[in-house]
């Protein structure tokens, strides 16, 4: 059974700065997308970034330069950094593995607020 979980969300200042991590275990395959989805209060889900395992990177329009997706095939862990930290992106942000079925994180909280 596929697992995922989420880590390092937490309360940011603007301007700061976060990498949040997602451990999968389980039975993935190499070529399975990783990625991230976030959801603000009130708001829909959204694609924020995705990877494949050769490194192939896509990221939403609203990220503006300022995420950063990355991923370690050998530990099964993607990251996400998130660099000049602004109070839209306070959002849950989900992890997710996609292999024919999608299988999804828990979700950590990001809140960006002085």
């Known amino acids: 059974q596929v697992q995922l979980k989420e880590s390092g969300g937490g309360l940011v200042q603007p301007g700061g700065s976060l990498r949040l991590s997602c451990a999968v275990s389980?039975?993935?395959?190499?070529?399975?997308?990783m990625g991230w989805y976030r959801q603000a209060p009130g708001k829909q889900r959204d694609l924020v970034a995705s990877?494949?395992?050769?490194?192939?990177?896509t990221y939403a329009d609203f990220v503006k330069g300022r995420y950063t997706i990355s991923r370690d095939n050998a530990r099964n862990t993607v990251y996400l950094q998130i660099d000049s930290l602004i109070p839209d992106d306070t959002a849950d942000y989900y992890c997710?593995?996609?292999?024919?079925?999608?299988?999804w994180g828990q979700g950590t909280q990001v809140t960006v607020s002085s």
């Open positions: 389980g039975s993935i395959f190499s070529f399975a997308v």
């Open positions: 990877i494949t395992s050769a490194g192939k990177t």
């Open positions: 997710y593995v996609r292999q024919g079925p999608t299988y």
